[in-house]
Every structure is written in structure tokens, then in C-alpha cells.
């Protein structure tokens, strides 16, 4: 059995033994969060599991707790440590004595509270935050009846029609753009469709483009653009792009 | 009580007595004699001896209410015949049960206060942390500045008003000295000694 391959499920660590001396080595582990108890109670499982007694394990594993031990003890009490080596043997007995002393009275004293709580706790009292200060009153400024009167007047009046208008969108029929663009090509065989569309609202220019979609389908109209957001150009089917167009709309 | 002075008709001090009463009956924490002169409008030599009277009508075995000097002020209080049925009617939280752990910190709190928890840690020996969250909860202890030896030092904690009125203490002068209560230093070495010997041998 070997102790540094001792696996460990703690609140604070998860893994090999060994892993954890390397971490705690390094800083990177948190000796204070690590329950040593909880080490001693996993090898003691699985030395348990075990028929005889590995000697050998058990040394290496007391060797390397007690280290983990006093680590841990001078991570608790870190500017004890130095406090306490230089001390003579004496002197850390009087040192301990006078610590322990301390301790006795402390105890001793909650031992006197508690007595009193058993004989001042038969006292009932009102608890709460007492609002010791009078409240600051800020007075209102005279006021005349007839003001108010007028206010809630006009707070009583019925409120003007909320217009809706800006809400509805209008979308004109796409057939009247359809027979809109008929109509042009019938006098000219090709047009510009920025052109034709331009002073129209957004809505219209979008409705126009679907009529535009609409022709190219039924093959009414060729559609041509020279590169992405160029002018778009509608002509007759048939005719081809040539050195006779010209602008002759707007 | 046969000072002439107190034979007037309206007895001012009387009427000064029954103000303190009312002050008193209102207030929900104990209430010092300048606070009491302030809201009597009265001077405080005559309130102290106004509330020698009230005191004399609210003591034990007199009155359901008893008047007490608790956390450095007066309040009114439940008088002690009264508890069983206060009992039943009220909890007591800031004090129900109260951990071992609990009332050495409270107790090193009280006598060492303000003290910080690694140093309510050094003198227990073990992490004082959930013990100290406890009492800052029940409203016993709370915070008061941190520890000025090291830069960002620990948060400090000290008893408050209640922690003196649930013990019924006038101040935390009344805690008694801590010489007069445990076994000293000397029998604890001697003990030690003891062990050292038993080892050794």
C-alpha cells in the first residue's frame, strides 16, 4: 500500500494524497480548508480493508500527518510560531500556563453569564428602535380653496382623443404600382427605378419594388443592376442594354 | 419627603414624575436622564430625583411594571411574578439558546471588547467565526471599527445596549472582576508541572 497514492474526498480537496502535499507545498492550497481528520479517517478505511498490517504504510503515514498537522496548527496561529521558538522550554510553559489562564477565565466568565441569563431572563422588556427625535413636521403653505377646485376641474375634463394615425401604416396595392410601371414602359423602353420611386415614402418604395418582383415573374419586365446598391434599371424584354439609353424621366 | 418645599398644592416634582412615566411607557430602549430632561424640559437633578418616586411606585412586589437602571439608562420592565405569563405570550430570541461557544465569545467580547475574531480565536483556541455571526445576528454584539495594529485590520466587536439589558446590567462596569472568578495561573502550572513529571518518568 502506498500512502502518497491515497485517495482523498474531502470539502476542500478531491485526489491523491501526494497531490495534496504538493499543493499545500505550493501555496496553492488552503491548509485551514483541508480536514485533516478526514485524511486520517480515509487511511484508517483502507488499511481496514486490508488482512495484515502494513507497517511500513502506517510510519510513512504518521510521518507525513504530523508534518500536515504542524503545518496547519502554524497556519492557524502564524505569528505565534515565531513567537513561541524562541521561547525556552520554561518559558513556554509559563507562556502555555498563562494562555490556558486566560482561557479558565473566559470560561469562567461565560460560565457567570449564563447563571445570570437563568436569573435576569424572568425580565420582560419592550424592544424596538425608539424614535427618540420628534419627527420634523414640514408645514404646507397656505393654499385657497378655489385652486384647488380649478385643478381638479381641469383634471376632470374628458382628455382629447389620443390620434392613432402615426400607428396605421398605408400600404398602397401593389397592383397600382403593377399598372404604374406598365404604363412607363408603354412610353419608354426603359426607366431608372430610383428615379421613378424617388419622391415616394419608404412604404410605397418598398410596395413598388414587390410590383417590380411581380412583372420580372410574368416576365413583363427585365430587371438589370450593374453591381450591389447601383441603380436598378427595368427595360421591355427584348431590349438590350445599348448606348441609346438615356434619362428622360423627371 | 417633610421639605415644605414639597407640601405645595401641585407638587411640581409629582407632575414631573408623571411625565417620566409617560416618556418611559413609550420608549422602546432605556432612556439616560439627559434624554429625560431634554423631552421633560426639566433639569437633570430634578429628574433623577422625579424618578426616585417613579422607581418607588414601580419595584418588585409593588407593581406588574418595575422601573430598573439597565444599559445605562431607565426602562420599564415586566416585573418578575409577571414572567411565567410574559413567557407565555413573548420569545425571547437574543438569548434562547445560547451555545457554550457562544457565551465564552460573548464573555471574551464583554471583558476584551472591541476585539477582533482572530483574537476571540487566540484565546479559545478554535475558529470563532459562526460563533461571532451568531451574536452579531441575535443583535448581542456588533461591529466597531477594525484593528488599528495593521493596515485592513480585522473588524472589531463589542456588546451592545441589549446585550446589557437581556444580563440586566447597569454597564459593563457591573461584569465581575475576572480575578475574583476561575482558577488562576499558578494552579494551572502546577498542573502542567504535574504532567511533565508523569511524561518524563
Redesign the interface.
Given at each position: 500500500m502506498i500512502v502518497r497514492e491515497l485517495e482523498l474526498d474531502l470539502d476542500a480537496f478531491e485526489g491523491p494524497f501526494d497531490l495534496l502535499l504538493t499543493l499545500v507545498l505550493k501555496d496553492e492550497l488552503d491548509l485551514r480548508e483541508v480536514d485533516v481528520a478526514g485524511i486520517v479517517l480515509a487511511f484508517v478505511e483502507r488499511l481496514d480493508e486490508r488482512d495484515a498490517l502494513d507497517l511500513d504504510a502506517c510510519g510513512e503515514f504518521l510521518v507525513l500527518i504530523s508534518a500536515l498537522l504542524e503545518l496547519k496548527a502554524r497556519g492557524l496561529f502564524p505569528e505565534e510560531a515565531a513567537e513561541l521558538a524562541e521561547l525556552e522550554p520554561e518559558e513556554a510553559a509559563e507562556e502555555l500556563a498563562r494562555r490556558l489562564a486566560e482561557y479558565r477565565r473566559m470560561k469562567d466568565a461565560a460560565g457567570w453569564l449564563r447563571e445570570r441569563l437563568a436569573t435576569e431572563g424572568e425580565r420582560y422588556f419592550r424592544l424596538g428602535p425608539a424614535p427618540l427625535a420628534p419627527k420634523v413636521e414640514t408645514p404646507l403653505a397656505p393654499q385657497e380653496p378655489e385652486k384647488l377646485a380649478h385643478v381638479l376641474r381641469l383634471l376632470a375634463a374628458e382628455p382629447p382623443v389620443v390620434s392613432l394615425v402615426h400607428m396605421a401604416l398605408r400600404f398602397p396595392p401593389v397592383s397600382q404600382f403593377v399598372e404604374r410601371f406598365r404604363a412607363v414602359l408603354r412610353r419608354r423602353s426603359r426607366f431608372d427605378f430610383d428615379q421613378e420611386v424617388g419622391p415616394l415614402s419608404r412604404v410605397e418604395q418598398a410596395v413598388a419594388f414587390l410590383a417590380l418582383l411581380e412583372l420580372r415573374r410574368s416576365g413583363e419586365i427585365a430587371i438589370e443592376q450593374a453591381a450591389p446598391f447601383a441603380p436598378i434599371r427595368i427595360s421591355r424584354p427584348g431590349v438590350e442594354r445599348e448606348g441609346s439609353w438615356t434619362v428622360r424621366s423627371a | 419627603m417633610d421639605s415644605p418645599l414639597r407640601l405645595i398644592a401641585s407638587n411640581p416634582l409629582d407632575q414631573l414624575a408623571r411625565t417620566l412615566e409617560a416618556l418611559l411607557v413609550v420608549?422602546?430602549?432605556p432612556?439616560s436622564v439627559a434624554?429625560l430632561a431634554e423631552a421633560a424640559d426639566d433639569d437633570a437633578e430634578r429628574v433623577e430625583a422625579a424618578l426616585g418616586l417613579v422607581r418607588e411606585r414601580y419595584s418588585e412586589g409593588r407593581s406588574g411594571i418595575?422601573l430598573?437602571h439597565v444599559a445605562g439608562g431607565w426602562?420599564?420592565?415586566?416585573s418578575?411574578e409577571?414572567?411565567e405569563a410574559?413567557?407565555r405570550l413573548?420569545e425571547?430570541p437574543a438569548?434562547r439558546n445560547?451555545s457554550?461557544a457562544a457565551?465564552?465569545t460573548?464573555?471574551?467580547v464583554?471583558?476584551l471588547g472591541p476585539c477582533s475574531r482572530p483574537a476571540i480565536?487566540?484565546?479559545?483556541?478554535v475558529s470563532a467565526d459562526s460563533a461571532v455571526a451568531n451574536l452579531v445576528e441575535r443583535g448581542l454584539i456588533a461591529e466597531a471599527g477594525r484593528d488599528d495594529s495593521a493596515v485592513g485590520g480585522a473588524i472589531r466587536y463589542r456588546t451592545t445596549p441589549?446585550f446589557e439589558?437581556?444580563?440586566?446590567l447597569e454597564s459593563l462596569s457591573q461584569?465581575?472582576r475576572?480575578d475574583d472568578?476561575?482558577?488562576?495561573?499558578d494552579a494551572?502550572?502546577a498542573r502542567?508541572?504535574e504532567v511533565?513529571e508523569k511524561r518524563s518518568a
Open positions: - | 420608549a422602546s430602549a432612556l434624554e418595575v430598573e426602562a420599564l420592565r415586566s418578575r409577571a414572567a410574559c413567557a413573548f425571547k438569548q445560547l457554550q457565551l465564552e460573548l464573555a471574551i464583554a471583558y480565536a487566540r484565546i479559545r483556541g441589549l439589558r437581556v444580563f440586566g461584569l465581575p475576572l472568578i476561575g482558577e488562576d495561573a494551572i502550572r502542567l508541572h511533565a
